[in-house]
């Protein structure tokens, strides 16, 4: 019975050695902050999950602002006399706002490191129609051929607009789809006016045609005729482990994280495709 017992209390001893190691472990993880753009925010969380899978010992958290208020949040944080770069989810290390002009004027008050930038992602423009649309347009040139219409957004006041007429003018098919534009406030309108039947088909970008892919279907992807916003990732000034930045700006670079950049729906920039 002695012996019995004895086992039975070393079981447990040994349980809860292993237990209080796994959440010592658990706590040790090391937090990764990644400061970017909302709209980024689908293709951040991707990148990640893939970074944390190779990494189990790294927790990448992510802080989303405006560009506006993003570069408000850093500058105030490295003039601040009081916890230097800390926000509530931890110290910065990486800087991903929506489009490199933020992080150009970032680099230019040295809110961010020279020489560390790397782009890793740009907006790429697809050609959708409804999912439950059988006899749809398949592609561009079968919409000039045809009598479908095409839904755009606005262009003198969105980018999503301006980089389709840009578009459509490259291809010469300005003339064609005379009198066949149905144009929408911005990329949701132009994926209301292709559901509701408004128009045929519809130009939007690539993350907002996944967002949606239980509703629309892609049947075209352009990348020429268009000049596509880049996405760039800088080291924060501060940012607490150097070594474990340059990990990750070297990971969004591989060939792993730039198939999950073309499954959240970007392109990868030319200077690092694969």
């Known amino acids: 019975m002695k012996h019995v017992v004895r086992a039975f209390l070393c079981a447990v001893f040994f349980l809860a050695l292993s237990s209080g190691a796994g959440a010592r472990q658990a706590q040790a993880a090391e937090s990764f902050v990644i400061a970017g753009s909302p709209s980024l925010k689908g293709l951040l ?12 010992e790294v927790r990448v958290k992510l802080y989303f602002d405006s560009g506006l208020k993003l570069r408000q949040t850093i500058a105030g944080m490295e003039n601040s006399m009081v916890g230097q770069y800390f926000i509530g989810s931890g110290p910065i290390s990486l ?5 490199d002009e933020v992080l150009t004027r970032l680099q230019v008050k040295y809110y961010v490191l020279p020489g560390t930038t790397h782009a890793y992602a740009m907006d790429q423009l697809v050609l959708v129609v409804p999912e439950s649309l059988v006899e749809a347009p398949e592609s561009l040139e079968a919409i000039g051929q045809g009598q479908a219409r095409l839904a755009i957004a606005e262009q003198t006041r969105t980018k999503l607009g301006a980089q389709t007429a840009d578009l459509l003018r490259a291809l010469g098919m300005e003339g064609k789809l005379q ?3 149905d144009v929408a406030t911005d990329g949701r309108g132009v994926i209301d006016h292709v559901l509701s039947g408004q128009a045929d088909a519809g130009i939007i970008y690539g993350d907002q045609a996944v967002a949606h892919q239980q509703r629309v279907r892609v049947v075209g992807r352009f990348s020429t005729g268009y000049k596509p ?14 070594r474990l930045c340059e990990e990750f700006l070297a990971y969004i670079q591989s060939a792993e994280a730039q198939q999950l950049v073309r499954q959240a729906g970007y392109a990868v920039p030319p200077a690092s495709g694969r």
């Open 95 to 99: 800087v991903a706002p929506g489009g």
């Open 229 to 242: 916003t880049v996405h760039s990732m800088a080291m924060e000034r501060y940012c607490p482990d150097r």
């Open 179 to 181: 009198g066949r534009l």
């Open 45 to 56: 969380e991707r990148l990640g999950g893939g970074f944390e899978k190779a990494h189990p």
